[in-house]
C-alpha cells in the first residue's frame, strides 16, 4: 500500500516535470517578450505598438530593416516576434 503510493508520488512528479518542459522550451520564443526587450534599446516601445495593425509584409519589411541595422534577433526569435506583432 505503502510502495504503491511512494510510485504514485513519483509519477506525479515525473508528470509534473514533463509538463513544465514545454513551458520553459518555449518561453525564449515569446514574441511580446522578445520585442519588449530587443526592440526597445534604440527606440522606446510606443513606436512599434503605434504600428499594430498592420499585415505581415508590413512587419516584414520592417523587422528585416531593424535587423539590418543591428542584428538582434535569430531566425527562431525573428518568426516569434513576427507572429506576435501580426495580432499583439
Ligand atoms: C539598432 C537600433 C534599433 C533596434 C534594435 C530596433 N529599431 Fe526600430 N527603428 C530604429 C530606427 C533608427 C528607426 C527610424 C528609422 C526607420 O524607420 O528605419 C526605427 C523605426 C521603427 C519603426 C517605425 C517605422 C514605421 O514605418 O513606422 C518601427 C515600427 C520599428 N522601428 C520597430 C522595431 C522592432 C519591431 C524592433 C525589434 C525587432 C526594432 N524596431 C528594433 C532603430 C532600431
Not at 4 to 16: E, N, V
Not at 51 to 67: C, I, K, N, P, S
Amino acid at each position: 500500500m505503502r510502495k504503491a503510493f511512494t510510485l504514485f508520488l513519483l509519477a506525479l512528479g515525473l508528470l509534473l516535470l514533463l509538463g513544465a518542459q514545454p513551458a520553459m522550451t518555449i518561453m525564449p520564443y515569446d514574441g511580446r517578450t522578445l520585442v519588449a526587450e530587443r526592440c526597445t534599446t534604440c527606440h522606446n516601445l510606443d513606436r512599434v505598438e503605434r504600428r499594430f495593425g498592420q499585415d505581415l509584409a508590413f512587419w516584414e519589411r520592417t523587422v528585416d530593416r531593424m535587423l539590418g541595422k543591428r542584428n538582434m534577433l535569430n531566425d527562431t526569435e525573428r518568426k516569434a516576434v513576427l507572429a506576435y506583432l501580426v495580432s499583439p
